[in-house]
């Protein structure tokens, strides 16, 4: 679920997803992959496991949190910002009777 979008608090590297249990998702930093005999890897333990069913919970309701009444007119504001699409749009359909003209000179 969050492959990609968790770093590891110690050395900030992305975390890889590992099944370790049938049912139980973990993400772990490996201490096999850092430069070996460096600070970070001699500060560390040799692996580091985070379960997912611990972090769900909490990543839920911040995410239920920004649709509640007190923040969804910010979270609207803020998709449409990051959003293009629109202007993307608008500039298209701007731009159609020049194609339009183009098109008849070109008949
Ligand atoms: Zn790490």
Not at 8 to 21: D, I, P, S
Not at 36 to 52: D, K, V, W
Not at 73 to 87: K, Q
């Amino acid at each position: 679920m969050f492959r990609s979008r968790i770093k590891c608090g110690m050395c900030l590297r992305k975390m890889e997803g590992a099944a370790r249990r049938e049912d139980t998702i973990y993400y772990r930093c490996n201490s096999r992959t850092l430069e070996p005999g460096s600070a970070t890897a001699l500060a560390r333990p040799p692996q580091i496991y985070l379960r997912e069913d611990l972090v769900t919970p909490a990543v839920n309701r911040w995410i239920a949190s920004l649709f509640d009444p007190m923040h969804r007119d910010e979270t609207v504001t803020r998709h449409l910002e990051a959003d293009d699409s629109v202007e993307r749009d608008l500039t298209r359909i701007e731009q159609l009777p020049d194609r339009v003209v183009a098109a008849k000179v070109a008949m």
